[in-house]
């Protein structure tokens, strides 16, 4: 946990790295890789046109201040992760929560970048993260690891990645539901496939 608003330098680094040890036991960070290809930054300066994102990673087509060319004047690259010191949007009297939390998830989106053929484009992600649910489990049974994972189909996937990293790869028991599981289970099958070289199903 984050103990104040403001993340510092030598705290993003020892999350990164404990994040990175996480991936390295699951299968996710390997010679053939491609995640090392993404770099972490700290940002000290706060990010105006992202005031409430705690992080971010930059996808193609994504821009922070709406143009490529004023991105990169920035010093904004695509395929990295970005960690502000301070966001505008938090008060000081807000706890931030997990560092490590905030790593992975962007990890996560990182994932989605470097294979897309195995996440975003293929049809297993797709029936994964659907959210096509039968009515009866809308409202008794849990859909999805957080509020934030039913925003959209790839926040959902980076929740998601995100639990399943902080917990080694077991379900918690409170998030055992079918379509929770359903997820569980691409992301299980998505660490074994990076492992095994593949980039697409």
């Not at 959209?152 to 079918?178: G, I």
Request: hydrophobic share 40%; aromatic share 14%.
């Amino acid at each position: 946990m984050i103990n104040s608003f403001i993340v510092n330098f030598r705290q993003l680094n020892s999350a990164v790295s404990e994040v990175q040890d996480e991936f390295y036991r699951l299968g996710l960070w390997n010679e053939g890789s491609r995640l090392p290809l993404t770099t972490v930054y700290w940002c000290q300066l706060p990010q105006l046109a992202m005031h409430d994102a705690l992080g971010f990673f930059i996808h193609k087509g994504t821009y922070v201040f709406g143009h490529p060319v004023i991105d990169s004047l920035a010093g904004y690259e695509v395929g990295n992760i970005y960690i502000p010191q301070w966001v505008l949007a938090h008060g000081f009297w807000k706890n931030r929560g997990s560092l490590r939390d905030v790593v992975r998830h962007e990890y996560a989106h990182a994932v989605e970048y470097h294979y897309p053929m195995l996440t975003t484009r293929s049809q297993r992600f797709k029936t994964a993260f659907s959210g096509d649910y039968p009515e009866e489990y809308q409202k008794s049974k849990p859909l999805h690891v957080s509020d934030y994972a039913a925003t959209a189909q790839t926040e959902d996937f980076a929740e998601t990645f995100m639990v399943y990293v902080r917990h080694s790869a077991k379900l918690p028991s409170h998030l055992n539901t079918p379509h929770i599981k359903r997820k569980w289970k691409f992301i299980s099958e998505l660490c074994k496939a990076i492992n095994s070289g593949i980039t697409k199903w």
